[in-house]
């Protein structure tokens, strides 16, 4: 390590800097040298947690770090070693409950991870040792072991690919359980290794592990008797990664030079950052306002209880005289324990299993979006997908939508509509209608029906046909047996080289991404077709049926800083060219200037009809040129320090002064249904961002097209092209900008109600935001430290008062700095991100909530996301239906807690001002102990995962709904008062009730008079039967469920009271409640008070359903055709609760 830091400091050559050596085979370089194998790690792999060893303890340390589970320890604490006047079972046994049920789940899923594992390590591989091949258990691979994969087998670590059964020294991969993109990619063989691997004497030096995917620098030295070695470097195309599968490709074998945990694979495992939900910050709120309730209660009670015994007699009554130890006690000591003694009396206040209920809640809730057939996609025989269920409530508190347009908006099924070739317009129709397959429909006025040159028109398509990394598909079937012939029944090309004209589905084409193939595609429709690419030589099919070859030198691959990419050939005629293609803003300053305006035309009107757009150009490059950068680009490749930034240098010098050629359109269309889920989340109140990297006309009209920006919306533009109109430095030009803008769309707008984001009426203005990364990035870092915050502050303001905001040409880490600062503005709005490709991530995961979208930019997204659909009409349900109603359920779930303990635990309270503050329990221990476990809990949490207070298809048509519960409105302090004073007035209903009764307490036939534990049964039965009641009146929606945990909760509270009392049990001291509950219900007087409790406690409730009118916008919506053939009221659920059936639901979710 400190050497490592020495040569970093002292700037040593490349050869110290942190690498690996990795001998090929453990063959040493050397005959004289001696072989001492390099220590690396092995390959197994561990996802896992715990061992069987470290579960128990590092469990538990876990687990009490949550304050609520540590409150309960320390009581249950207490209890043990102070004399309480309750046994430390009552709050153990639900301290125990909750820790066992959170434990047994945590190791059913590090038992499923290790399952996993398991499968993995156990896995068998082939390894080549010398001329033997030996099978191995994947988890004993070292590195430098040469090891063989057959198709359709999955790599067993990081290798790099020495030989293959393709002549052409490549291989094909998907990497879909890594970045989830399941299109082909094409790998390389290290070039001038023998075929022979025996007798393959080499090393590699690369870099140190790490976790980008898309990066790797190395280098290979190879050996032949006493030659100066080659070296020959090493990229992310000669690397196979663990967990990619081999595709159409019989067999490899590769070295190992990362394994186990050191795979790129591996540390991409990095857990996310915890996500909380708003609801569970409330619950933390309302926590500490109980537990001041609970440690005031504790002081009252304390304080009175010495005040009362400091009157003569009452501190040692004749019957029950002190003993000597309680005499010397010291009164301070004494004051503390019987502080805590009323702590621990009054603590089931706090409700300790809620934190339970809630966690089944959210995980068995999760469910019903997976069940959900609605979010089912028939393409891709998939449906919805929940990675995180800690979320499910945060769905309905959405106030910023922000997504992407490519995949997401838009199908990202690429569609070659039209080209431009040399200012001229070709449009396809029938290919067969002219020789060349070209047909002019429209162009420049002047130059109506003409067309370029033919040499033009040819260099544009062999162009097209050039420069990409498409690969032909091999054929399957008979086709397999025909040696090298790629073109014997593929794509319909025939062995004569005639064109037939077959279905373009049937062609098989290979790409990492869906433009390259539209491009060739559409090349192919005009009479130039792509045969492949086979040893470094790409063959092409002109309209005269002869095949061109030409010679692949180099690929300057796309990057997303570029947005560009070019290839290097050679013709037959010995000629070099360079074709490139790229965005215009990437192409334009690298070409001739005069050529620009005539292409610019056809460019930005493609772009303004919705179409992406991309410029191609070439170069013709004399042999010095072409000797320069092929050295430059070796040498590039070669480095292990700063690769990328040499190589970018080499592309950027060769990529200049070339000629513009024309430029393409290809159309990518609107999503199903995404105009109408737009519209309806704008209704909703949700305020919509599309953030994306395309051209700022192209994603302009399809904001259009997806009803974010309106005919009459105001646009306000912020890009390079604005800045640059008032002819004055930018940074001025910005100030003035924002400054405008900041008055127009906030200080004259017309002040607006909360939540409305779009204005429905003719009167007010709506504005539409524009800004492109460029500016943004001036916006965000000014050259002037005192304009940040400003600029910032006045950015902000304007997007939040306009009804839909467009970035475009962002880049990925801008798009999550915009959500970050949306995120953390002025009310800390929940935001949510929805994507569908790897550039999306970074706003997924710095969102509240991040969607992903299953789509075709590969599956990235959907392994960051919290959340993760098929399409983006989904989205609509997701948020409207599911969110609104899991964010009512569990509010409702929180409330009802806090107010059941409130009732529960009052008349304990109440009931120490009758005895002498004595810390006498009101209720039996037994009743203490399964109040919240057994009694109460079920009910609860069926209501909290079936409830339909509003059915789904009402929520759907009626967007406006989702504005009701907006800004955690069921969670406010309002709702919090309002429960907490409902628990009040019957936790004093329940004590005062019931004294009354005891006002006489011979409530028996024989005159025999109850006692005090009668006197908590009946309250304690009371309370149960309220509560529950109190939830049935409140539920909406019934199901045979519910109605099984109601009424089967209060059968079992009875049950259990017949069977506590019934037995004398052998293990209790004292046995509280032999028969008192049978006895109780003897007396005609308990069964009048329990039953007239219970109605005046619900009265109001009742009272309040019965009168109260429908309200909202559901209530005055016209009858509509049930699925039973009869009229169904939307509005059915506003209707009194009493008179709700289970029939009035023909939508049950279970």
Not at 314 to 321: F, G, M, R, T, V
Not at 747 to 771: C, E, H, L, M, N
Not at 949 to 968: G, P
């Amino acid at each position: 390590m400190l050497r490592r830091r020495l040569n970093r400091l002292l700037g040593g050559d490349e050869r110290r800097v942190d690498s690996r050596t990795i001998y090929v085979g453990h063959r040493s370089c050397s005959a004289n040298e001696v072989f001492i194998p390099p220590k690396f790690c092995d390959n197994r792999i561990v996802s896992s947690k715990y061992t069987v060893w470290n579960f128990l303890p590092k469990n538990l340390f876990e687990q009490f770090r949550r304050i609520a589970n540590f409150y309960f320890l320390i009581i249950f604490l207490v209890q043990v070693i102070v004399d309480t006047p309750t046994s430390p079972v009552t709050s153990g046994l639900p301290l125990f409950f909750v820790i066992t049920v959170t434990a047994i789940k945590q190791g059913y899923e590090d038992w499923l991870r290790h399952k996993a594992d398991n499968e993995v390590n156990k896995y068998q591989v082939t390894v080549l040792e010398g001329d033997r091949r030996i099978q191995k258990e994947s988890e004993k691979i070292k590195v430098g072991d040469v090891v063989e994969v057959k198709e359709d087998e999955t790599f067993p670590c990081d290798l790099i690919l020495l030989k293959s059964s393709r002549d052409d020294d490549t291989c094909f991969v998907t990497t879909a359980s890594l970045d989830g993109e399941s299109n082909h990619k094409t790998h390389y063989t290290v070039p001038d290794t023998e075929n022979d691997l025996e007798s393959l004497n080499a090393t590699i030096e690369c870099e140190q592990p790490q976790p980008d995917l898309y990066k790797f620098v190395g280098r290979m030295h190879i050996y032949r008797n006493d030659q100066e070695p080659a070296v020959r470097s090493l990229g992310p195309e000669n690397l196979l990664l663990k967990g990619a599968t081999l595709k159409n490709t019989q067999k490899i074998c590769g070295v190992a030079v990362y394994t186990g945990m050191e795979t790129k694979m591996a540390l991409n495992y990095q857990g996310k950052s915890q996500k909380r939900s708003a609801v569970e910050k409330s619950i933390n709120a309302f926590l500490l306002v109980y537990l001041s309730i609970l440690v005031s209660k504790a002081l009252v009670c304390t304080t009175l209880k010495y005040v009362w015994q400091s009157k003569p007699g009452q501190d040692e009554p004749w019957y029950n005289e002190k003993t000597q130890r309680e005499k010397d006690t010291n009164l301070y000591l004494k004051m503390f324990t019987d502080f805590l003694s009323f702590m621990v009396l009054f603590n089931f206040i706090i409700p300790v299993s809620m934190y339970v209920t809630v966690e089944m809640q959210k995980f068995l809730g999760s469910f019903f979006i997976t069940w959900d057939k609605d979010f089912f996609d028939p393409e891709i025989k998939e449906g919805a997908l929940v990675n995180t269920s800690d979320l499910n409530e945060e769905l309905g508190q959405v106030e910023y939508v922000f997504t992407d347009k490519t995949g997401t908006l838009t199908q990202n099924n690429m569609e070659f509509i039209e080209c431009c070739i040399d200012g001229f317009q070709y449009k396809y129709r029938d290919a067969s209608s002219e020789l060349d397959g070209f047909c002019v429909t429209d162009g420049p006025v002047s130059k109506l029906q003409q067309k370029a040159g033919r040499e033009k028109e040819e260099l544009f398509l062999r162009a097209l046909c050039l420069c990409h990394t498409v690969q032909v598909k091999e054929p399957t079937g008979q086709g397999q047996d025909q040696g090298d012939g790629l073109t014997d029944q593929l794509d319909g090309v025939g062995m004569d080289g005639e064109v037939l004209h077959s279905p373009l589905e049937q062609r098989g084409f290979i790409a990492s991404s869906p433009d390259e193939v539209a491009l060739v595609k559409g090349a192919m429709r005009y009479g130039f077709t792509f045969l492949g690419l086979e040893s470094k030589t790409m063959k092409i099919l002109n309209w005269n049926n002869d095949i061109e070859m030409y010679e692949l030198l180099h690929v300057l691959n796309f990057d997303p800083v570029r947005r560009r990419m070019s290839v290097i050939v050679r013709s037959k005629s010995g000629d070099t060219l360079l074709f490139c293609k790229g965005a215009d803003s990437s192409i334009f300053p690298r070409v001739r200037q005069e050529e620009v305006e005539r292409i610019r035309v056809h460019v930005e009107r493609n772009a303004t009809e919705g179409y992406r757009t991309l410029c191609v150009a070439y170069k013709s490059l004399s042999e010095e040129e072409y000797t320069q950068a092929d050295a430059g680009l070796r040498e590039a490749r070669l480095a292990l320090q700063d690769r990328e930034e040499k190589l970018m240098a080499v592309y950027n010098q060769v990529e200049t002064g070339m000629s513009l050629i024309g430029a393409t359109a290809v159309e990518d269309r609107l999503q199903d249904e995404a105009a109408e889920t737009m519209e309806a989340l704008q209704g909703a109140g949700i305020k919509v961002w599309v953030l994306t990297g395309d051209k700022m006309e192209t994603a302009k009209s399809t904001c259009y097209a997806c009803r974010l920006f309106q005919r009459n919306t105001e646009l306000l533009e912020l890009t390079v092209r604005t800045l640059e109109d008032g002819g004055r430095r930018r940074e001025e030009r910005l100030h003035e900008l924002l400054v405008e803008y900041h008055k127009k769309a906030v200080q004259d707008a017309p002040p607006v109600k909360a939540g409305v984001t779009r204005s429905w009426s003719s009167t007010s203005q709506d504005y539409g935001f524009i800004i492109d990364g460029a500016t943004l990035s001036m916006v965000l870092n000014p050259s002037s430290e005192s304009n940040s915050s400003r600029y910032k502050n006045l950015f902000l303001q304007i997007c939040q008062n306009c009804t839909s905001v467009l970035c475009c040409r962002m880049a990925p880490l801008q798009k999550a700095q915009i959500v970050k600062m949306v995120k953390n503005s002025k009310g800390s709005p929940i935001t949510l991100s929805i994507g569908d490709g790897a550039n999306d991530v970074s706003m997924i995961l710095e969102a509240h909530v991040g969607i992903g979208i299953k789509g075709k930019e590969g599956r990235q997204a959907v392994r960051n996301s919290d959340y993760a659909i098929p399409k983006l009409k989904h989205l609509k349900k997701l948020l409207l239906a599911h969110g609104h109603l899991y964010y009512v359920r569990i509010a409702h779930l929180v409330q009802y807690f806090f107010y059941k303990n409130l009732c529960f635990i009052l008349p304990q309270f109440l009931y120490q001002f009758f005895c002498g503050y004595s810390q006498q329990p009101l209720y039996d221990a037994a009743y203490l102990t399964m109040y919240n476990i057994c009694f109460t809990s079920m009910p609860i949490l069926a209501y909290s995962l079936l409830e339909q207070h509003i059915c789904i298809e009402v929520l759907l048509d009626n967007a406006t709904l989702y504005r009701e519960i907006a800004k955690n409105a069921m969670l406010r302090w309002g709702p919090f008062l309002y429960w907490t004073l409902l628990g009040l007035f019957h936790g004093l209903l329940f004590f005062f009730g019931v004294r009354y009764l005891f006002s006489n307490p011979a409530l028996q036939d024989n005159g025999q008079v109850f006692g005090n534990w009668s006197y908590g049964t009946i309250v304690f039965t009371v309370l149960v039967f309220t509560v529950t009641l109190k939830l049935a009146l409140d539920t909406r929606h019934w199901t045979w469920i519910n109605h099984f945990v109601i009424w089967g909760s209060l059968a079992f509270y009875v049950f259990f009271s017949f069977f506590w009392g019934g037995i004398i049990w052998p293990f209790l001291r004292q046995q509280r409640l032999y028969f008192v509950f049978a006895n109780m219900l003897s007396s005609v007087s308990a069964w009048l008070v329990i039953i007239l409790l219970i109605l005046l406690s619900l009265l109001p409730e009742i009272l309040l359903v019965v009168f109260r009118k429908p309200r909202g916008p559901h209530a005055r919506q016209k009858p509509v055709q049930s699925s039973e053939g009869g009229l169904q009221s939307p509005g059915s659920s506003a209707r009194p609760l009493l008179m709700r059936t289970f029939s009035d639901e023909s939508h049950t979710v279970i």
